[in-house]
């Protein structure tokens, strides 16, 4: 089973907006991150947020984790055309394994 | 340029017929792994390694070989392709292991027929 889940599956909102997507994972970790593929493309890194981190920013990007409730929430602001793709969060459990685990994704789209 | 390269990009078999998907990145990087991805399920890890002559299966190892004989080459092998090994693969590296930030290659759409 995965990891991590993002929800929603699929998103679209119009350019200008904010968009938000949701990862949840099972076990505890040590870090979680967020990456972005463009329709078939390699994946890009985003952010990292460690485990004793509650939010992070990168630019138009935040991102915010609660370990508590093993969840994770990437937020974009002013969303623009060229954000349509698809994220992914990404986790390393903390049993030992070099493992890393991604969700099925989110797959953003953002309309003119 | 930094990259992680992958070839072919492309690629349609037939089943039965061995093949190779090579991977090389230019960072010195100690830990490479390999994905693949499908519909609906995501990247799921098919092999890890730590360094050279170090690897490691990942969540879905069944069908395929992996070899880490120089720090920059992580080839991914598939002895007998089948039908289901039809996916699109991703090679990915990163500085010291699975924490740090991957860089992924562009991929490698194989159909097995």
């Known amino acids: 089973s995965q990891q991590g889940e993002e929800d929603p599956q699929a998103l679209s909102i119009q350019e200008g907006e904010n968009a938000t997507m949701n990862c949840s994972y099972k076990?505890?970790?040590?870090?979680l991150q967020w990456y972005r593929q463009n329709s078939g493309r390699g994946l890009v890194h985003l952010i990292l947020?460690?485990?004793?981190?509650r939010e992070k920013h990168s630019g138009r990007l935040r991102v915010t984790l609660d370990t508590s409730k093993k969840s994770s929430s990437l937020l974009i602001t002013a969303s623009r055309a060229a954000d349509t793709a698809s994220y992914f969060c990404?986790?390393?459990?903390?049993?030992?394994?070099?493992?890393?685990?991604f969700g099925t994704g989110t797959r953003l789209t953002i309309i003119p | 340029e930094a990259q992680v390269t992958q070839n072919p990009r492309y690629l349609i078999t037939v089943t039965g017929k061995k093949l190779t998907v090579t991977c090389s990145q230019n960072?010195?990087?100690?830990?490479m792994s390999w994905y693949r991805q499908d519909p609906g399920l995501g990247l799921r890890q098919i092999y890890y390694?730590?360094?050279?002559?170090?690897?490691d299966k990942g969540d879905v190892p069944e069908g395929y070989k992996v070899s880490r004989k120089e720090k920059r080459n992580f080839p991914l092998i598939l002895e007998s392709p089948s039908p289901n090994q039809t996916s699109l693969y991703f090679c990915?590296?990163?500085?010291?292991?699975?924490?740090?930030?991957?860089?992924f290659g562009p991929g490698t759409r194989l159909t097995v027929l």
């Open positions: 990915a590296s990163s500085r010291t292991g699975p924490y740090n930030e991957q860089f």
């Open positions: 076990t505890s970790i040590n870090n």
């Open positions: 947020i460690r485990s004793n981190e």
């Open positions: 990404a986790t390393v459990n903390n049993f030992g394994n070099e493992k890393l685990t």
């Open positions: 960072m010195n990087h100690e830990y």
């Open positions: 390694s730590m360094n050279v002559e170090v690897t």
